[in-house]
């Protein structure tokens, strides 16, 4: 009870905050932070040893296609059934109970030896990452909501920073460790941080969200409750961009650094690289993300970073060298930067925690459906050509933005 009082004292307003109840809400934000950082982390550990497993395997294109479906189908079916785990048991212990559930199921992908088997364990890997997204950005809502500060980009850059430092340790290794070793040293990791951070959310349930009082760059979010027509239309929008967006990480999260590797030749490490320069230019645009979006606006920022998306794109699948291709990745994510984060924020202006609930699962939707699409694809025509839609998506996103341009702008109700 002390905790919870602290944290309800901590909603009341950003002036005369009680320093111990300001202390908890940090120590809840550096929790947070660390398992944002830990999912984009055993992510991008595990895709970088793609290349590794489907050769382990012997899939073909359309074969690992269909196993990485797998993760999709885990995933999708656990986020329409996370908000209610969060509901009934608290979004931070969702959290806490998926990032083991993660950890564990990393190592399962370099014990298999058919595509058959990969696609039935990455549904176990499909289940705990779709449950930790939605816990954990469940719980990053509540807490903007009582620091009345629009620090949800800086979540998100944690995750593409984790995504970073795991797909450039995972290049360093690539080259000398077995996937199986590698993939079970994740496993520990992950273990360990989970460790280290969930006493923090477990001691401390979720804060509680503020009275209405709208400020001018972090208006507070509706009360849950049903959305009407309008609001419902406008949220799938949203989701939809984040759609579009996604679809663009997970396509170079999965077939990235096999495009490097198969269509130029790239040695393991390099490719392996290209995810990282790819995850190190979105954190870059994350981290300056408040200050692009005080200068440009939501729309403009949505415009500009879906045209710089799909010009990078085309530049990364169809460049004839392996520099040009890195350096289209890296253009790519730092046009895909702050899409997502602006979709999501808009759905929740728009409808509070439960446009954010529908808008981020649409949104990991396309992460995870777009791999495998981008398999079929591949298999019927060729990767960079198949790669290419992933310009065509930036594009669509950024069209649609401008298209609600003046829905984006309504301002929340209580």
């Known amino acids: 009870m002390p905790n919870l009082n602290k944290l309800r004292s901590a909603t009341r307003g950003s002036t005369g905050r009680h320093p111990a109840a300001a202390s908890s809400l940090s120590r809840l934000r550096t929790a947070l932070t660390v398992f944002f950082a830990l999912d984009g982390f055993l992510f991008a550990g ?4 793609i290349p ?37 048991y608290g979004s931070h212990r969702v959290t806490v109970a998926a990032a083991v559930l993660l950890s564990l199921s990393i190592a399962l992908p370099a014990l298999t030896h058919s595509a058959l088997a990969l696609g039935l364990v990455l549904l176990v890997f499909g289940v ?3 449950g930790i997204n939605v816990a954990m950005n469940s719980a990053a809502v509540d807490l903007v909501a009582a620091l009345r500060r629009p620090v949800m ?10 995504g970073m430092l795991g797909a450039g340790l995972g290049g360093l290794v690539a080259g000398g460790l077995s996937p199986a070793a590698h993939l079970a040293a ?31 760059e972090s208006p507070p979010f509706r009360k849950p ?10 949220v799938t929008v949203f989701g939809l961009i984040a759609l579009c967006t996604a679809y663009g990480e997970g396509a170079l999260a999965d077939w990235g650094a096999l495009h490097l590797e198969q269509d130029l030749h790239a040695h393991p490490g390099i490719a392996a690289a290209g995810y990282s320069a790819f995850a190190l230019a979105m954190t870059v645009g994350r981290l300056s993300g408040t200050a692009l979006l005080e200068r440009l606006g939501q729309t403009r920022t949505l415009v500009a970073g879906g045209a710089t998306a799909a010009a990078g794109m085309l530049l990364g699948a169809l460049a004839p060298s392996v520099g040009f291709a890195l350096l289209g990745f890296a253009i790519t994510g730092l046009g895909l930067a702050n899409l997502f984060p602006v979709a999501i924020d808009r759905a929740g202006a728009l409808a509070g925690p439960d446009g954010v609930a529908a808008a981020s699962t649409l949104g990991y939707g396309g992460m995870l459906l777009g791999p495998p699409a981008i398999g079929f694809l591949a298999e019927w025509f060729s990767l960079p050509l198949a790669l290419t839609t992933v310009a065509l998506l930036a594009s669509a996103a950024a069209l649609t933005g401008y298209a609600v341009r003046n829905a984006s702008a309504t301002p929340r109700t209580g």
């Open 46 to 49: 595990w895709v970088v040893r």
């Open 52 to 88: 590794a497993i489907k050769a382990q395997t012997g899939a073909s294109a359309g074969s690992l296609g269909l196993a990485l479906l797998g993760v999709s189908a885990g995933a999708v079916v656990t986020m329409t059934l996370t908000g209610r785990l969060c509901r009934r």
């Open 128 to 130: 705990g990452y779709g």
């Open 153 to 162: 980009p800086g979540f998100h850059a944690a995750f593409s920073l984790g």
């Open 186 to 216: 994740l496993t520990g990791v992950g273990l360990l941080l989970t460790a280290a951070a969930a006493p923090t959310l477990l001691r401390h349930p979720a804060p509680v969200p503020p009275s209405p009082s709208p400020a001018p």
């Open 225 to 234: 409750g049903r959305m009407d027509r309008r609001s419902r239309r406008l």
